[in-house]
């Protein structure tokens, strides 16, 4: 016989939730934020056939529902505190299930976050999470905050996931260390949690980034009403990608490439030291790729100084 969907909520989602005043089991979670905080709520789903193949290994999407919220908590300089899992199965597969919660659960647990609640219904394979985190008001990152004038910053590197993707298609033929190399990205995406909170108070905009660097550098541009100067040379290209930096595939991945989850920033001059402390402590790279400018649009020079002919729109759902 085949389990219910209370007992598949008991067994597979519900687990202790200390942080909580009410978890799963009841109409609602209730939640308490700490004092001198405001919540941070954002939602992102992933659709079979869409983010991920059917197939998928159960645990590394477990992982991934939950990293790329994760991310968007970490670009907004909040500290992850609670989630919600909406979830669509087709079948209630258990060996699949005991997989994704642990996938799930594993980071969750990394990153102090407690899942309070959800939903659970048939269809086709579908996963929502939304996050809730916290942040001082005046400390959220926002995307509207870059100034004339600030440098532009990317963690960790570029281009990763892309490649990766890529050679999964046929698109590039890569070695198997090169592979190697850059699939993890893809596959289990490390969201920058704690940059993002390092940030606080030092970066003036940030965003993380999944639809592509050019795509989400676009958005603090266009939220600060102003413009970027980048230098191609000096943007963290993955290890994987040195041998192929000739290839116009290569430098797509790198500018356009999605599902990354770095984080790009912007902050005053004044603060370039601090950032290579921070940097250091976390033990992640940070590189400064370019500048605010007045103006608009983004202005990718190559190594002479010339201006690349890139296109800056990144993967749009409906396009
Ligand atoms: P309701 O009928 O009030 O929507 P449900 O029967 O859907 O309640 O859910 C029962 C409890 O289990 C609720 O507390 C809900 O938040 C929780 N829940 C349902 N699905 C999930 C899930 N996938 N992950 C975590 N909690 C869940
Ligand atoms: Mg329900």
Known sequence: MSISEFD???????????????????????????????LAVSSDMLVSGTHFLSGA???LLGH??????LSDMAAMGAAPRWAVLAIALPEADEAWLAQFSAGFFALAQQHGVELVGGDTTRGPLNLCVTIFGEVPAQQALRRSGAQAGDEIWVSGCLGDAALALAHLQ???????????????????????VALGLALRGIASSAIDISDGLLADLGHILEASQLGARLYFPALPAS???????????????????????????????ARHAELSKIAARLDLPLTRIGEIVAGQGCIVHDAAGNPLDVETRGYDHFR
Do not use: M, W
């Open 8 to 38: 598949l909520i008991r067994r597979f989602f519900t687990r202790a939730t200390p942080g909580a005043l009410l978890g799963v089991g009841d109409d609602a979670a209730l939640l308490q934020v700490s004092e001198g905080n405001v």
């Open 170 to 192: 046929g698109r590039i033929a890569l070695s198997a260390a090169e592979f190697a190399a850059c699939a993890p990205a893809l596959r289990q995406p490390q969201p920058r």
């Open 239 to 269: 290890p994987a990608l040195h041998g192929h930096l000739s290839s116009p595939l290569a430098r797509q991945c790198i500018l356009s490439g999605g599902d990354d989850y770095e984080l790009c920033f912007t902050a005053p001059v």
């Open 57 to 59: 290994d159960p645990f």
């Open 64 to 69: 991934k529902t939950l990293a790329v919220n």
